[in-house]
């Protein structure tokens, strides 16, 4: 069974850091597309970042110079270094991962998602 389990989120004051991870447990993922989504009160599950199976790496507009994300192929694990993090920022971060993926920013295109870990950055 594929489990994604996120860690590293926490409350953070306006302009830290944090760094997120991603375990990938139950199949190898080093062929398939790895991306962080985020999803604040009221409002749709957004594109963060993706990374590719080529090691492209693609950012959404609002995150772009601030975020990167890598993986570690031996660790299955994808990672999420945020900094300059702002109050906007604050959400449920998801990873999920996907085979078939053919729009990164599309939701339904990942095959599996992690439970989600909080991120709070305040002013």
């Known amino acids: 069974q594929v489990q994604l389990v996120e860690s590293g989120g926490g409350l953070v004051q306006a302009g830290g850091s944090l760094r997120l991870s991603c375990a990938a447990s139950?199949?190898?993922?080093?062929?398939?597309?790895m991306g962080w989504f985020r999803q604040a009160p009221g409002k749709e599950r957004e594109f963060v970042a993706a990374?590719?199976?080529?090691?492209?790496?693609y950012y959404g507009d609002s995150v772009k110079g601030r975020f990167t994300i890598s993986r570690d192929n031996l660790k299955n694990t994808v990672y999420l270094q945020m900094n300059s993090l702002k109050p906007e920022d604050t959400a449920v971060y998801y990873c999920a991962v996907g085979n078939t993926v053919t729009e990164l920013g599309r939701l339904n295109d990942y095959d599996f998602w992690g439970q989600g870990t909080q991120v709070t950055v305040s002013s």
């Open positions: 990374l590719i199976w080529s090691g492209s790496t």
């Open positions: 139950g199949r190898t993922f080093s062929s398939y597309a």
